[in-house]
């Protein structure tokens, strides 16, 4: 690894507080958790946090990170979505795992829930950075109001969503602009996406994928979208990703990626 990442991530460290390991207390949490288990909670980190782009949230500004479970019969190898709820057995042990040790782990600056979707058969994973999901709100308090039709108060929201008295697809009312927006896919391609995917399924010509979707020697995930990728919002927010994934690249070069989440969810926000 270069110097420069070498100095960034020091940088980074020093600003947020954020240790590369773990604090001895939870180091000896963790050795106390039974090998299979410890297996595990590092592959549900490794699908949340690398895969489903939720080190994006951890590290960075995507306000909301969605990680989608289904059941897919081998014997058809198609998408089930008859299940009437039921989680894929891996995912479903892997989360039931979490659920045993997580309150081991004081999260302070996140949200991590898990919720039905409104497809019969799926389950969320719903990953909120509160400080950035507040400002992404504020920042687009006009068009929260206007789609929902009422005040959108979000650290209301996030308490409630906490306190399990609503869950996050229903606080948006699973509109589809204001999931594009949370999930930090900008807002002209959340509209895009939801004429689409409307009544009238009405294809934007400009309509793409946005996202590196060749190869890179890059420990994180590529972030993926659909939209202009013309618009000068899109480049912008290409261009972001790009920077954010070597970033959260040259943090996880240093360590064990279970740990280094682990430290961060743990850490006091900024």
């Known amino acids: 690894m270069n110097i420069i990442c070498k100095i960034a991530i020091t940088i980074f460290c020093l600003h947020s507080g954020l240790s590369m390991a773990l604090d001895k207390v939870y180091l000896d949490l963790l050795s106390s958790i039974p090998t299979e288990d410890r297996a595990r909670l590092e592959f549900l980190f490794y699908r949340i946090f690398n895969n489903d782009h939720g080190a994006y949230t951890l590290f960075c500004d995507k306000p909301v990170s969605l990680s989608g479970h289904f059941k897919i019969s081998p014997w058809e190898n198609i998408i089930e979505l008859g299940l009437r709820g039921s989680d894929d057995e891996v995912f ?3 989360w039931k795992t ?13 949200i991590l829930v898990k919720e039905n979707s409104k497809l019969t058969g799926i389950t969320n994973i719903i990953f909120i950075n509160k400080n950035e999901f507040i400002k992404y709100v504020k920042n687009n308090s006009s068009l929260f109001e ?3 039709g009422h005040p959108f108060n979000p650290e209301e929201v996030l308490k409630n969503i906490e306190d399990g008295k609503i869950t996050f697809v229903d606080s948006i009312e699973n509109n589809e602009v204001l999931w594009g927006v949370l999930l930090g896919y900008g807002k002209h391609n959340s509209i895009l996406y939801s004429r689409w995917h409307g009544p009238f399924r009405e294809k934007p010509l400009e309509y793409e994928g946005i996202g590196d979707y060749f190869y890179t020697p890059l420990i994180m995930s590529s972030t993926h979208f659909v939209g202009n990728s013309r618009h000068p919002e899109s480049i912008e927010l290409q261009n972001k990703y790009r920077r954010q994934r070597g970033f959260i690249s040259s943090i996880y070069a240093q360590g064990n990626l279970f740990e280094i989440t682990l430290s961060k969810l743990v850490s006091s926000p900024e």
Do not use: A, D, S
């Not at 979490?98 to 996140?110: Q, S, T, V």
């Open 92 to 94: 479903g042990k892997e």
């Open 98 to 110: 979490w659920e045993k040790y997580r309150n081991l782990f004081k999260i302070k600056g996140y």
């Open 146 to 148: 206007r789609i929902l």
